[in-house]
C-alpha cells in the first residue's frame, strides 16, 4: 500500500517521505562447461514490504552479468543489485571446481551449488540441478537434471512493480552431452545450451538470468549471464528523477511513478 507525509514546520517545509515498492534483481551467472549459470537474486517487495524512502539522492547499483574467463571454462558470480537496504546477490557462475558457484540462484560446477547464498528470507533463488550439465537455477525453482541431454534452466518469477507483469531471473540451460537429444532450453530471460559442439547462447541483459551451458565438445566463449535491473515505484504525488540518462521513469496504468534502472544510477525523489 502506497503512503507518503511531509515532515517538518515553518517557511523552509519539510522532509518528503514516500512508501516505495521495489523489485532488485541481480546480475545472472554465466555457463560454464557443461552446466548453465545461475540467474541473480530477485527481490521484492510483492513478497515481503514496503520500504520508506526519503526525498533526495539515493544510489542504485544495478549489477551486470558475468562472462567466461578467458582460457578457462569457468565463469565467475553476476553482480550484485542494491537499492536502499535491499541487495540481491549475483547468480552462480558455472564451471568444473568453480569456487564462486554459489550465488542468489546456483550454478552447476558439479556438485552444484546452492542459491540463496547468503540466505534472506523470502528466497532470493534456488540451487542448479545436480549433474555436471544441469540447468542453473533460476528465481522460481531449482535447474533441471537431464544426462545425456542438457538440463532445463530453472524458472524465473514474475513481478509487477513496473506495473505490468514481467519474467525475470531464469536460469541457464545445459549444454548437451551428445548430438541427441541436445541441450537443455532456458528460462524467463537466461541463455539456452549449446549443443555438444556449441557454445551457450547469452542470457538478456536488464533480466538477471543466467548465461547457457557450452556443449561438452564446444569451444569458449560460453553464454554471458544477464545484466540485472532495479525498479522503484512510488505513488503518484512523488517526482522521480534518474540519472544517467539510459535508465528511465514513466507512468503506471494506476497513476504511480515509476523508475527503471537497467545501469547503475541515481535516483532523486521529491
Known sequence: MFGYQVLGFGSGGGTVKYDVN???VAGGGGGGAGGGGGAGGFRTSEDSAVIELEGGDHTITVGTGSGPVPGNDSCPRGGNSVFSTITSTGGGGGGYGNPEANGGSGSVQYPSKTGNNPPVSPPQ?????????????GAGGSGGTSTPAGGAGGVGRDSSVSGSSVEYAGGGGGGGYIPSPGPG???????????????????????GGGGGG???????????????????????AATLTVAPGTNT?????????????TVSGTLTVE
Open 22 to 24: 521495489y523489485l532488485v
Open 125 to 137: 533463488g534456488n540451487p542448479a540441478g545436480t549433474q555436471i550439465n544441469s540447468g542453473g537455477g
Open 185 to 207: 532450453p532456458a528460462q524467463d530471460g537466461g541463455g539456452s545450451g549449446g549443443s555438444r559442439t556449441a557454445s551457450g547462447s547469452n542470457a538478456t541483459n536488464g533480466k
Open 214 to 236: 557450452m556443449g561438452f565438445d564446444g569451444s569458449p566463449p560460453n553464454g554471458t549471464g544477464g545484466s540485472g535491473v532495479v525498479i522503484v515505484s512510488a505513488p503518484a
Open 249 to 261: 521513469t514513466s507512468t503506471a496504468p494506476d497513476g504511480s511513478k515509476v523508475a527503471t534502472f
